[in-house]
């Protein structure tokens, strides 16, 4: 996949647009980068044209100026589309990426074909007494993190995946995150809650994986119910099931993109 910039913005993105077919867009979770879907790449290279996006402070996407801040991502994901001439795409989002691929919808709702959104929870639903309960957790992280990124690495690996070998590339990657880009997340309080709770005009895909946390399980059940929308929890996988189990995440997602162009033919 090219490694390219968008003009004056921070945002590194990568294409691989030969396969002459619809665009599936994907964006990773926290404290990684694009890179954590590679066996999404090799699998999907040459059934669908690739667009994937190092989020705000992560991967290559460093080049930030005075006011850039994670609520424009959305505009910026869209500016990647008119340079590209994408009208429209399925996406594909874990964890972070989940919030800012819904946001995007919540903003260009006839640019997305279809959403699939893992280790994530609803931007337009969101639940901040359940937050706050977590809060304690996240902020012994966060203060591992100024400390060392490595302990900060070592400890994450172990809540965001399941499997060794996932525990491993996600350490691999986090390790290379920057202490400065812990400040860009502070503004994802701006997307939630903002857009009002309403039918989505496109297909959803919501899951997790099985040894994800029980509040993230707890919150993928009830807002497949809420949605009447599709749901898969990933056997042998946890918070990151791209990473833990990558044959039954593709499977489970081609199954859906398969749904979804079979109802708009």
Same mark, same amino acid.
């Given at each position: 996949?090219?490694?390219?910039?968008?003009?004056?913005?921070?945002?590194?993105?990568? &294409?691989?647009?030969?396969?002459?077919?619809?665009?599936?867009?994907?964006?990773?979770?926290?404290? &990684?980068?694009?890179?954590?879907?590679?066996?999404?790449?090799?699998?999907?290279?040459?059934?669908?044209?690739?667009?994937?996006?190092?989020?705000?402070?992560?991967?290559?996407?460093?080049?930030?100026?005075?006011?850039?801040?994670?609520?424009?991502?959305?505009?910026?994901?869209?500016?990647?589309?008119?340079?590209?001439?994408?009208?429209?795409?399925?996406? &594909?989002?874990?964890?972070?990426?989940?919030?800012?691929?819904?946001?995007?919808?919540?903003?260009?709702?006839?640019? &997305?074909?279809?959403?699939?959104?893992?280790?994530?929870?609803?931007?337009?639903?969101?639940?901040?007494?359940?937050?706050?309960?977590?809060?304690?957790?996240?902020?012994?992280?966060?203060?591992?993190?100024?400390?060392?990124?490595?302990?900060?690495?070592?400890?994450?690996?172990?809540?965001?995946?399941?499997?060794?070998?996932?525990?491993?590339?996600?350490?691999?990657?986090?390790?290379?995150?920057?202490?400065?880009?812990?400040?860009?997340?502070?503004?994802?309080?701006?997307?939630?809650?903002?857009?009002?709770?309403?039918?989505?005009?496109?297909?959803?895909?919501?899951?997790?994986?099985?040894?994800?946390?029980?509040?993230?399980?707890?919150?993928?059940?009830?807002?497949?119910?809420?949605?009447?929308?599709?749901?898969?929890?990933?056997?042998?996988?946890?918070?990151?099931?791209?990473?833990?189990?990558?044959?039954?995440?593709?499977?489970?997602?081609?199954?859906?993109?398969?749904?979804?162009?079979?109802?708009?033919?």
């Amino acid at each position: 996949m090219e490694n390219l910039y968008l003009g004056n913005s921070p945002i590194a993105y990568y &294409v691989g647009d030969t396969a002459n077919k619809e665009w599936l867009v994907f964006l990773h979770a926290a404290f &990684v980068d694009h890179r954590m879907f590679e066996r999404q790449f090799e699998y999907f290279s040459g059934k669908y044209n690739l667009l994937a996006i190092d989020i705000l402070g992560h991967g290559n996407s460093l080049r930030a100026r005075k006011g850039d801040g994670v609520e424009k991502m959305s505009d910026w994901i869209d500016a990647i589309f008119q340079k590209h001439e994408i009208s429209a795409a399925h996406f &594909v989002g874990v964890s972070l990426g989940a919030v800012f691929i819904q946001d995007f919808a919540n903003k260009y709702p006839d640019k &997305v074909l279809s959403l699939a959104c893992f280790g994530g929870y609803d931007i337009n639903n969101f639940d901040i007494a359940k937050q706050k309960a977590n809060s304690k957790g996240q902020m012994k992280m966060m203060l591992k993190a100024l400390f060392s990124i490595k302990w900060f690495a070592k400890s994450n690996k172990k809540i965001s995946a399941y499997t060794v070998d996932a525990q491993s590339e996600f350490y691999d990657l986090n390790i290379k995150f920057k202490k400065s880009s812990f400040r860009y997340l502070a503004g994802l309080q701006k997307l939630v809650n903002k857009y009002p709770k309403q039918q989505r005009p496109f297909r959803l895909l919501v899951g997790c994986g099985q040894y994800d946390i029980p509040m993230e399980i707890e919150i993928v059940n009830k807002w497949a119910a809420r949605e009447n929308c599709e749901k898969k929890i990933l056997q042998d996988a946890g918070h990151c099931a791209n990473m833990d189990a990558p044959n039954e995440f593709n499977r489970c997602l081609e199954e859906f993109l398969q749904k979804c162009h079979d109802e708009s033919l």
